[in-house]
């Protein structure tokens, strides 16, 4: 192995989150009007936590101080907010867990390129808040810290790494403050996680395809 790996070169290639916002340049705003996105992650339900037997979030609580958020960031910041789906999240095609806000399927890049900001968890989906240049609220609930440690240090790290800030919903005046971006911190997350200076306008296909003529 390490033999191999001394004689290997190395290419660098876009992640594919990189190579999707590269597509998105002239993709239109789903919404209209003036919003902020939420990145969901299905908590309550989703199959792989329940498949690990990890501690999760209850529903009825969890949902509760989302929305109770939600109406706050509405009337604070003048937007509505709409709902990035994940894509595990099968039971919102037939119930609407926040107050009828309106639920978008596969469309999480594209609702990042024109919201105002983002909100989310540790979603992966954050990379596109980073390529789009968008600012970022990070929402845990006290369950999370108390609870889910193993979560709750995830959201931490993501919330440090990109200079934002982190709220918790579930206190009594959960003051939300939409930071301004630093923009080094966003460029060193691009660099590190999704794309590289020598690929960064190029599709990760074709630098592959590239290499191998060479």
């Known amino acids: 192995y390490q033999v191999d790996k001394q004689k290997a070169e190395l290419i660098p290639v ?39 037997g990890l501690q999760t979030v209850t ?21 509505r907010v709409v709902i990035a ?3 595990k999240a099968e039971l919102y095609h037939n119930n609407n867990y926040f107050n009828n806000r309106e639920i978008f399927f596969s469309k999480s890049a594209q609702l990042v390129k024109h919201a105002e900001f983002v909100l ?10 980073v390529l789009f240049r968008k600012k970022l609220l990070f929402l845990y609930t006290d369950y999370m810290v108390s609870k889910m440690d193993y979560y709750f240090k ?15 919903i579930t206190s009594k005046e959960p003051k939300a403050n939409v930071l301004e971006i630093v923009q080094i911190k966003y460029n060193e997350y691009i660099c590190r996680y999704l794309s590289s200076k020598e690929t960064q306008d ?13």
């Open 14 to 52: 876009n992640s594919a989150d990189y190579d999707h916002y590269l597509t998105l340049s002239t993709a239109p705003d789903l919404v209209g009007d003036k919003y902020a996105v939420f990145l969901d992650e299905y908590l309550p339900y989703h199959p792989d936590v329940m498949m690990l």
């Open 59 to 79: 529903a009825n609580e969890y949902y509760h101080a989302l929305n109770n958020f939600f109406d706050e960031i509405e009337s604070k910041f003048g937007c």
């Open 85 to 87: 789906a994940h894509p």
């Open 120 to 129: 989310a968890h540790r979603s992966t989906a954050i990379s596109f808040a």
């Open 154 to 168: 995830g959201l931490s790290h993501f919330a440090g790494v990109l200079g934002a800030e982190c709220i918790d």
């Open 202 to 214: 190029t599709f990760a296909a074709n630098t592959f395809i590239k290499s191998l003529k060479i």
